[in-house]
T-cell receptor
Framework: KQEVTQIPAALSVPEGENLVLNCSFT??????LQWFRQDPGKGLTSLLL?????REQTSGRLNASLDKSSGRSTLYIAASQPGDSATYLC??????????FGQGTTLQVKP | DGGITQSPKYLFRKEGQNVTLSCEQN?????MYWYRQDPGQGLRLIYY???????QKGDIAEGYSVSREKKESFPLTVTSAQKNPTAFYLC?????????????FGQGTRLTVV
């Protein structure tokens, strides 16, 4: 059974810092991996999608990497801003279409 | 506007009643998903469907039922058998098969048992 773990559960940083969020998964037979952002009481917003054949994807200040063999992905946020404060979730899609989430990392960026 | 619509946004249910949450998408996506989120927790998969008239149980299907009679719609019924139904429910959809299968989410329904 696929299990997805995110570390740390919570993170607080001063504005301007670069930071890394971690996601690990137990079964490397994945179709793709997706990073999401969730604001309190809201739905999820897709940030980046990495196909299983890709190593990384970039969008603006965000960069996500994927190492399928070791079961790990990282989300790098450059020059963090208070508006980045949210919960970040990763999800892996199996080859059967199931989409499994980690518990999330709650980020606070202090002005 | 293309997207996923969940309704209602807030729902109150008396103990012992069944209640149905609506999820509609106009993205022409084949796959649809239902998740439950408890405070401070990640998302847990309830049911998912990859094609009309077919669906599979997720990790916490007990006390829930779904139907997929149309591609656009995937309603979730929370039955009286669900022991602790108070939670935030999220619906998602995506394409299937080759290429990008990016998942998109609705804004959620918050269900409270009173």
């Amino acid at each position: 059974k696929q299990e997805v773990t995110q570390i740390p559960a919570a993170l607080s940083v001063p504005e301007g810092e670069n930071l890394v969020l971690n996601c690990s998964f137990t079964d490397s037979a994945i179709y793709n991996l997706q990073w999401f952002r969730q604001d309190p009481g809201k739905g999820l917003t897709s940030l980046l999608l990495i196909q299983s054949s890709q190593r990384e994807q970039t969008s603006g200040r965000l960069n996500a990497s994927l190492d399928k063999s070791s079961g790990r992905s990282t989300l790098y946020i450059a020059a963090s801003q208070p508006g980045d404060s949210a919960t970040y979730l990763c999800a892996v899609r199996s080859n059967t279409g199931k989409l499994i989430f980690g518990q999330g990392t709650t980020l606070q960026v202090k002005p | 506007d293309g997207g996923i619509t969940q309704s209602p946004k807030y729902l109150f249910r008396k103990e012992g009643q069944n209640v149905t949450l609506s999820c509609e998408q106009n993205l022409n996506h084949d796959a649809m998903y239902w998740y439950r989120q408890d405070p401070g927790q990640g998302l847990r998969l309830i049911y998912y469907s990859q094609i009309v008239n077919d669906f599979q149980k997720g990790d916490i299907a007990e006390g829930y039922s779904v139907s997929r009679e149309k591609k656009e719609s995937f309603p979730l019924t929370v039955t009286s058998a669900q022991k602790n139904p108070t939670a935030f429910y999220l619906c998602a959809s995506s394409t299937m098969g080759q290429g990008s299968t990016e998942a998109f989410f609705g804004q959620g329904t918050r269900l409270t048992v009173v």
